[in-house]
């Protein structure tokens, strides 16, 4: 989900799909979105030229509704959030709520948010072989760890957080 550009790691999984494509042909990489508000140009020609490459054949979908996203990561056998910078990583959570296997780059940002619920992986390599494992290995402590952190992270508990942190500015210390 999200726009094919170098700080979403795009380059990165479409190497991880390439690589995972060699040994398991019947893994298909669906982008949703794929636009973004950014100049990168030269990135997207590098990954269009290596998505034209026939072993690799990404689905790009272009933007989704809204409505239609809860359905589309609910149907994902594995969900992959290669980002190289990220605060939090909305769409992952919104990955775990609908019990999907999730697969993130090793950030300390990242590993402090996901913990046990996720599988970390650092280069295309490790990603490719993560996606594959979760691919393959049913993992019911995980996906159960993951629906209960995503159930934390709710939007009123979310506004509930920033009164609070708000409120013990004015407070006298």
């Known amino acids: 989900m999200g726009g094919i550009e170098p700080g979403k790691g795009s380059l990165d999984l479409l190497e991880a799909h390439a690589l995972l494509r060699a040994a398991r042909s019947d893994v298909r990489l669906v982008i949703a979105g794929g636009e973004t508000l950014f100049d990168y140009r030269d990135y997207r020609a ?11 054949e990404p689905v790009v979908l272009g933007p989704v509704g809204e409505d239609e996203l809860p ?3 609910a149907a994902a056998d594995v969900f992959a959030f290669p980002s190289l910078k990220e605060g939090f990583g909305l769409a992952a959570m919104e990955a775990l709520a609908a019990g999907v296997p999730l697969v993130v780059r090793d950030l300390p940002v990242l590993r402090e948010v ?5 599988r970390f992986a650092a ?3 490790d990603l490719a072989t993560e996606l594959g494992d979760a691919l393959a290995t049913e993992d019911p402590d995980r996906r159960s760890a993951g629906r209960a952190l995503a159930a934390l992270h709710t939007w009123d508990a979310a506004a509930r957080s920033h009164l609070d942190f708000y409120r013990s500015l004015n407070s006298p210390s």
Not at 46 to 56: G, I, K, L, N
Not at 114 to 118: L, N, R
């Open 123 to 125: 280069t295309p390599e």
């Open 71 to 73: 359905s589309l990561v």
């Open 114 to 118: 996901f913990g046990s619920a996720a």
């Open 46 to 56: 590098s990954w269009e030229s290596r998505a034209a490459e026939p072993a690799v």
